[in-house]
T-cell receptor
Framework: KAGVTQTPRYLIKTRGQQVTLSCSPI?????VSWYQQTPGQGLQFLFE???????NKGNFPGRFSGRQFSNSRSEMNVSTLELGDSALYLC?????????????FGPGTRLLVL | AQSVTQLDSQVPVFEEAPVELRCNYS??????LFWYVQYPNQGLQLLLK????STLVKGINGFEAEFNKSQTSFHLRKPSVHISDTAEYFC????????????WGAGTKLIIKP
């Protein structure tokens, strides 16, 4: 089975712009979670989608949003980019949404905001 | 609030020596515990997880961890490390307190000395 894929892998944007990141989960997986990883804050949960519905949301401002499509692919959008949004954004998929489920991570999208 | 503490930011160890990476958590309810590994420029990969039952959990690549409820710890061990174990290791906890979202430790970089 193909793993979790994320596109693009690298992205450079300027302050005030918006960006959309894409995540394709492992075939058959219906849950997709997004995380932000920075040297200062470490790994932080952004949100989780299951069957096109947002199940959980982390403590991030409304500039961060996401959605999931019927084929389980997910997109994450960040509007009005700030310098502090520079980070590695990781997507993870799992078969279902239970806490015991193993999450499989993609390689991430590295976003640099100038 | 739930938290995870990885006591060491870096652990240098000689090749073929044993290693222990420490993880402590705070939670007043039952928890699920995970160790993930992140190789350079890659996403995270599950090493092992504790859901219930035996407190000694065996994972991939020869790693194991022991859940100690009284000490609220979940330390990761390997009897003999290889150069290929060079990576960053993350401990994470999930419980009702976090609405079953993963709360992550800051990570421990394992540095293997030849």
């Amino acid at each position: 089975k193909a793993g979790v894929t994320q596109t693009p892998r690298y992205l450079i944007k300027t302050r005030g712009q918006q960006v959309t990141l894409s995540c394709s989960p492992i075939s058959g997986h219906r849950s997709v979670s997004w995380y932000q990883q920075t040297p200062g804050q470490g790994l932080q949960f952004l949100f989780e989608y299951f069957s096109e519905t947002q199940r959980n949301k982390g403590n991030f401002p409304g500039r961060f949003s996401g959605r999931q499509f019927s084929n389980s692919r997910s997109e994450m959008n960040v509007s009005t980019l700030e310098l502090g949004d520079s980070a590695l954004y990781l997507c993870a998929s799992s078969f279902s949404a239970g806490p015991e489920e193993t999450q499989y991570f993609g390689p991430g999208t590295r976003l640099l905001v100038l | 609030a739930q938290s995870v503490t990885q006591l060491d930011s870096q652990v240098p160890v000689f090749e073929e020596a044993p290693v222990e990476l420490r993880c402590n958590y705070s939670s007043s309810v039952s928890v699920y515990l995970f160790w993930y590994v992140q190789y350079p420029n890659q996403g995270l990969q599950l090493l092992l997880k504790y859901l219930s039952g035996s407190t000694l959990v065996k994972g991939i690549n020869g790693f194991e961890a022991e859940f100690n409820k009284s000490q609220t710890s979940f330390h990761l061990r390997k009897p003999s490390v290889h150069i290929s174990d060079t990576a960053e290791y993350f401990c994470a906890v999930s419980s009702m307190d976090s609405n079953y979202q993963l709360i992550w430790g800051a990570g421990t970089k394992l540095i293997i000395k030849p």
